[in-house]
């Protein structure tokens, strides 16, 4: 593919998925210039390695670098602090009103709980239930095999539960 066309089809793949990505990246750590940051270098990526794409789910691919850029963040930026607000929901004087407006109880809570989570398990459960990606998209996203996937969704959702328990949330449906 040519330099026009290869731009043109990044282009495209922004305007489908630059939100799925930013909202993947913000709720990995809770930072919404960072995100974009990574929503920016994810496709930066995503034009220079572009003979790497084999075809098959771009979304996947896509999502697959952002995880990559997102866990490059984390290291580099290793504090306690970082795993234990990675979101800002539990800090209400960080979150713009828009932020509290947007939000629910319940999804508050939720994210909370989310946040007190291990990262692999994090990623599991943001990955399979909040952008709903399949058992198989998932494993290719996190380079694991499906068999994985579905130990670890179970194990994560186990420990949502007792941490949402444990705040005293009542759920319907996790």
Known sequence: MDHLGRKQRIN???EIYSNDVFNYAF??????EQALDIVQDTFIRAYHHFESFQGGREKSWLFRIARNLTIDYIRKN?????YLSFLP????DEMSAEDIAILNESEKQ????????KPSFRDVIILR?????SIGETAEILGCSEAKVKVDLFRALKVLRKELEKEGFRYEAI
Do not use: C, P, Q, V
């Open 110 to 117: 939720l994210y909370l709980a989310i946040s007190k989570i």
């Open 27 to 32: 709720f990995m750590i809770g930072d919404r």
């Open 78 to 82: 290793r504090t306690i602090a970082n």
């Open 12 to 14: 495209d793949w922004y």
């Open 129 to 133: 239930k909040i952008k709903e990606f």
């Open 89 to 92: 929901f539990g800090r209400h």
